[in-house]
């Protein structure tokens, strides 16, 4: 089937995205395994052009470091400091927001194509899907020097699409337990957890290279992004949307992630 071009930036006869046969075998294959990655969603040239105009700017990003536990919640001071509630996991990362992409980008290209938001839906399985409310949030791109990494942890959004700019040298490698609770039923899953943190719980690592798109469901997947080994700075851009409109990370939030709040 002829596809109708997204964007210049996506390889379209790769990725139809505005064909509905395949968009439900995309929403069929995330449903089946939580993870779904679309390999060479973004051209190469797409890709050399973001890294040309963003990589070089790891003097403008925000970069912070931190410990938290697997649920990102503060700690319960009513339980003991090894429970898996309350035990402690270190993360580091740099950020560029939303308003430091220039608006002719690639990036801005594709998040703002109906089309693109279209086929989301389709394989999300949601109704709608909006841009954050706030001007920093919507797109992101993550910067992980040598050292950097991200611990165990859920996401509170219900998925999360993101594209691999650049790779280290090594490293930087997405692991996870599949199926770990239902956040939708509060479960905790407090076992898993220390099974998981404790080392003796198998682990899946999601493989992706530059210009694949991956889409995960990392509410109810435990999961990681090792420390980057060497001296390339890892890239990864976040397309963050909700399936409400009007919603924006507090002010604490902001300031956490970016070290301001506009």
Not at 19 to 47: M, P
Not at 105 to 112: E, F, I, S, T, W
Not at 177 to 185: E, I, K, T
Request: hydrophobic share 40%.
């Amino acid at each position: 089937m002829a596809s109708t071009v997204t964007a210049p930036a996506i390889d379209t006869a790769r990725h139809p995205m505005d064909d509905i046969s395949y968009v439900a075998a995309c929403r069929a294959r995330l449903d089946a395994h939580g993870a779904l990655v679309l390999d060479g969603f973004f051209t190469a040239e797409a890709v050399e052009r973001i890294i040309a105009e963003s990589g070089h700017r790891e003097g403008d990003v925000f970069y912070a470091a931190s410990t938290h536990n697997v649920y990102l919640t503060p700690p319960d001071p009513a339980r003991p400091d090894n429970h898996p509630f309350n035990r402690q996991v270190a993360s580091s990362k740099g950020l560029i927001a939303d308003d430091q992409i220039a608006l002719d980008a690639p990036l801005r290209d594709v998040y703002d194509d109906p089309r693109f938001r279209a086929s989301l839906c389709g394989v999300l399985g949601i109704d709608e899907i909006h841009p954050y409310a706030d001007r920093l949030s919507s797109i992101n791109i993550h910067f992980a020097a040598g050292g950097m990494e991200l611990g165990w942890h859920f996401d509170n959004s219900s998925f999360a699409v993101t594209m691999l700019l650049r790779a280290p040298e090594a490293g930087g490698v997405l692991e996870y337990v599949s199926d770990v609770r239902d956040a939708d039923l509060g479960e905790m899953a407090f076992e898993r957890v220390d099974a998981v943190l404790g080392g003796e719980e198998e682990v899946e690592t999601l493989r992706f290279t530059p210009g694949d798109l991956v889409m995960f469901r990392g509410r109810h997947a435990l999961h990681r992004v090792t420390p980057t080994e060497g001296s390339v700075t890892r890239m990864l851009v976040v397309f963050a949307f909700n399936d409400q409109p009007d919603v924006a990370l507090a002010e604490s939030a902001l300031s956490t992630f970016y070290g301001r709040t506009s």
